[in-house]
């Protein structure tokens, strides 16, 4: 080691960018876009890459199970929506909370606490997909209210839709903020 150059460090990855920044991990020094900020302080992409593999517990089984159960309630909310004649703002809210908040405690019970990220999204996907189906007969009766030239049945047909969608957006958000706020309790 030298005396005067080895104050300067340069990126491991940009040998031409100077840096005051190291992983906090392995040490090496990392430029600004190198630097992956976690609630521990800055760290290499690879760092955090392998952190992530160890946060990543869930095996293939409960990616389907994770996935059945999440379109199920998630169109069974929608039936409820609809086959009911309940559809409003209100109901839209109310299901779309209570169901996210249902099938992310589903989905803990069958995983058994296993964990991934992609296995959120995987989650809420499956969710809204199955909040999507019962809309769809709605979807088409807009469709048919536009050929037909029915303006207020163009309108209410607009209006339930909305509230179908709603609905899944409610689903689907409280779901992922729902199994994120699991991950961060959990580590
Ligand atoms: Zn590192
Ligand atoms: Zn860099």
């Known amino acids: 080691m030298s005396e005067e150059i080895s104050e300067i460090k340069t990126c491991y990855k940009h040998p031409n960018r100077e840096t005051l920044i190291c992983c906090n991990q392995c040490g090496r020094p990392i430029c600004m876009d190198c630097a992956v900020s976690t609630?521990?302080?800055?760290?290499c992409k690879e760092c955090v890459k392998e952190q992530q593999k160890k946060f990543n517990t869930a095996v293939?089984?409960?990616?389907?199970?994770?996935?059945?159960?999440?379109?199920?309630?998630?169109?069974?909310?929608?039936f409820v929506l609809y086959f009911f004649n309940f559809y409003s703002m209100l109901t839209a809210i109310i299901l779309g909370l209570l169901l996210g908040n249902l099938i992310a405690k589903a989905v803990r019970a069958v995983t058994q606490?296993?964990?991934?990220?992609?296995?959120?999204?995987?989650t809420a996907i499956a969710a809204g997909i199955g909040g999507a189906v019962p809309i769809l007969r709605y979807i088409l009766g807009l469709f048919r209210m536009i050929f037909i030239g029915n303006y207020a049945g163009l309108m209410g047909y607009t209006l339930s839709v909305g509230w179908g969608i709603l609905y899944i957006a409610l689903l689907c958000t409280t779901i992922l903020t729902?199994?994120?706020?699991?991950?961060?309790?959990r580590r």
């Open 178 to 185: 729902n199994m994120r706020g699991f991950a961060i309790r």
């Open 60 to 78: 293939s089984r409960d990616y389907v199970l994770s996935a059945i159960v999440a379109f199920l309630i998630g169109a069974l909310g929608s």
């Open 113 to 122: 606490k296993r964990r991934a990220a992609d296995l959120n999204k995987l």
């Open 39 to 43: 609630p521990t302080g800055y760290r």
